[in-house]
């Protein structure tokens, strides 16, 4: 299958200005009146590896996500491959093309959709998406022939000429969106696009993409740490935490390599004896692990880590019902995005 996107040992350093308390001297006290009383006396400039000797690879067609928290470099990782960021270490390429060397080649592959970057508040709708058009050079009839179908498909249509300043948040991210429908390259990088916005027009806005750019077969990397985003739209997970890869693979593949994380709740009524009892007998059931008990509002919820959650059920229940106890409810959880991240990172997502 043909690689859209390829890092190759990627680095970036950033330098970072810090200060900390000097001595209360005369120079300082100036400095202080001068510049603020934050102003604590002394600056030093350190290095920080924002993305850390990262190889990533993205075929054509696939919709992967960028997975971390805040921090982690998934920013700074698209911004170099849009090319407004040149690596210190390694090599980026898309569809093949240098994005240092053959900068020009290669953003001529690319779709942007990053919100910091996004709509003017003082332009219209149409504004925007002729701005977005005239800055990728595209030519003006088809431009026109353009804004209107997009204006059409993402919702804007009767608000075109209104200050974007007027919109609601879901409106900013549609037309957004729309910008980038207009450049509507192959490979689309996308940097938390759904930020802000609310449930329900989080579903209007994941449909909207996968109608429109996903069953299209556009490339897509979207840098998110909103797990449901990731569930909904992509394929494949890209791992990422404090500058470097941890995993990356297809979210069963991720999933599955959590085999021996199968959560199991029981809700619990009517026990009779001593609880402590029947958790050790749970206990030494040998397929499960970190069996824990809480009593609420008179029931008693248990809930236990297993490698194999079909295999033991059946004696989970039987230690139960010998107990006396009443199972009123019984939950199966496979391992979630959010495990795998914590399993592999030590780490969670927020």
């Known amino acids: 299958m043909k690689i859209a996107v390829a890092a190759e040992q990627v680095s970036k350093v950033y330098r970072i200005r810090e200060t900390y308390d000097g001595p209360p001297t005369r120079r300082l006290l100036m400095a202080r009146f001068l510049f603020g009383e934050t102003f604590k006396g002394v600056v030093t400039v350190r290095e920080k590896k924002v993305v850390n000797n990262l190889n990533l690879s993205l075929a054509e067609g696939d919709v992967m996500a960028l997975l971390g928290p805040n921090g982690a470099g998934k920013s700074t990782l698209l911004e170099m491959i849009a090319t407004g960021l040149t690596p210190d270490e390694g090599r980026i390429t898309v569809n093949g093309y240098d994005t240092v060397r053959q900068r020009d080649q290669a953003k001529l592959f690319i779709t942007p959709i990053f919100p910091m970057f996004g709509a003017q508040n003082m332009w219209t709708a149409r504004q925007n998406l002729e701005y977005a058009a005239l800055l990728h050079n595209i030519p003006r009839p088809e431009m026109i022939s353009r804004i209107d179908k997009i204006l059409s498909v993402i919702g804007l249509a009767a608000r075109a000429d209104e200050l974007v300043m ?15 429908l207009m450049i509507d390259a192959p490979i689309y990088l996308m940097d938390e696009p759904f930020i802000g916005i609310d449930p329900h027009m989080a579903i209007e806005i994941r449909s909207f993409l996968k109608e429109q750019i996903i069953n299209r077969g ?29 995993t990356c693979g297809t979210l069963q593949q991720l999933k599955s390599n959590l085999h021996h994380n199968d959560t199991i709740r029981l809700e619990v009524t009517r026990l009779n004896g001593t609880s402590e009892s029947l958790l050790d007998s749970l206990r030494q059931l040998t397929e499960t692990r970190n069996v824990t008990l809480s009593a609420q509002n008179g029931l008693s919820h248990f809930q236990l880590l297993t490698s194999d959650s079909r295999g033991c059920l059946p004696g989970i229940i039987e230690i139960i019902q010998k107990g006396g106890g009443e199972i009123r409810h019984v939950q199966v959880m496979k391992p979630s995005l959010a495990d795998v991240f914590l399993t592999y990172t030590g780490h969670h997502l927020m």
């Open 218 to 246: 556009r490339s897509v990397l979207l840098a998110t740490n909103v797990l449901e985003d990731v569930e909904h739209l992509c394929n494949k997970a890209a791992l990422i935490c404090e500058g470097r890869l941890v």
């Open 166 to 180: 007027r919109f609601s948040t879901g409106m900013r991210v549609r037309l957004i969106l729309g910008m980038g």
